[in-house]
T-cell receptor, first 115, second 113 residues
Framework: GENVEQHPSTLSVQEGDSAVIKCTYS??????FPWYKQELGKRPQLIID?????GEKKDQRIAVTLNKTAKHFSLHITETQPEDSAVYFC??????????????FGAGTQVVVTP | DTEVTQTPKHLVMGMTNKKSLKCEQH?????MYWYKQKAKKPPELMFV???????INESVPSRFSPECPNSSLLNLHLHALQPEDSALYLC????????????FGPGTRLLVL
């Protein structure tokens, strides 16, 4: 089955700096890669996603890049603000029959933005 | 309506109690999910319903019993739970069953005493 590794587990950044979180996946058949942000006590919220036919996607201060050959994808947050502090989860959705419809999550990255 | 709602927000139950969690969405989504999330961990998939039929059961103990009365509603019936079942239970929905965006509800925080 799919296995997703996420690094780092914690990330402290100064306000205004950039943050980068990296995930690697094992199943080359995976074709959908969402990123979720979960604030303390809240639901996971989709912040950006990418499909395997696209190499990069941007939405204001957030971008995701995908390298299918190396099987890794990254979340980039620019000009970080205190409200970016949260746990971020990457995920991969494989296309194999026994994994259809499943999201395999990474372990999460705790991001702390200090003023 | 672009949200998934869940009730109750919090639930405390004894190991002999029977309770139910409820999830509702009015986005016309045809796939609905139950996840369990422990503190500082990612969500773990429990069940998937597609077109009101159970499509995936991730070998969940029978003390958890899902039900999908219609395309908008998803229930999780709880019976004889253990303290280690204490967790945040999240419901999610997606347009279809497959590599689709899943939208999560706010969750029910369950404490089993």
């Amino acid at each position: 089955g799919e296995n997703v590794e996420q690094h780092p587990s914690t990330l402290s950044v100064q306000e205004g700096d950039s943050a980068v979180i990296k995930c690697t996946y094992s199943d080359s058949a995976s074709n959908y890669f969402p990123w979720y942000k979960q604030e303390l006590g809240k639901r996971p919220q989709l912040i950006i996603d990418i499909r395997s036919n696209v190499g990069e996607k941007k939405d204001q201060r957030i971008a995701v890049t995908l390298n299918k050959t190396a099987k890794h994808f990254s979340l980039h947050i620019t000009e970080t603000q205190p409200e970016d502090s949260a746990v971020y989860f990457c995920a991969a959705s494989p296309l194999t029959t026994d994994s259809w419809g499943k999201l395999q999550f990474g372990a999460g990255t705790q991001v702390v933005v200090t003023p | 309506d672009t949200e998934v709602t869940q009730t109750p927000k919090h639930l405390v139950m004894g190991m002999t109690n029977k309770k139910s969690l409820k999830c509702e969405q009015h986005m016309g989504h045809r796939a609905m999910y139950w996840y369990k999330q422990k503190a500082k961990k990612p969500p773990e998939l429990m069940f998937v319903y597609s077109y009101e039929k159970l499509s995936i059961n991730e070998s969940v103990p029978s003390r958890f019993s899902p039900e999908c009365p219609n395309s908008s509603l998803l229930n999780l019936h709880l019976h004889a739970l253990q303290p280690e079942d204490s967790a945040l239970y999240l419901c999610a929905s997606s347009q279809g069953w497959g590599p689709e965006t899943q939208y999560f509800g706010p969750g029910t925080r369950l404490l089993v005493l």
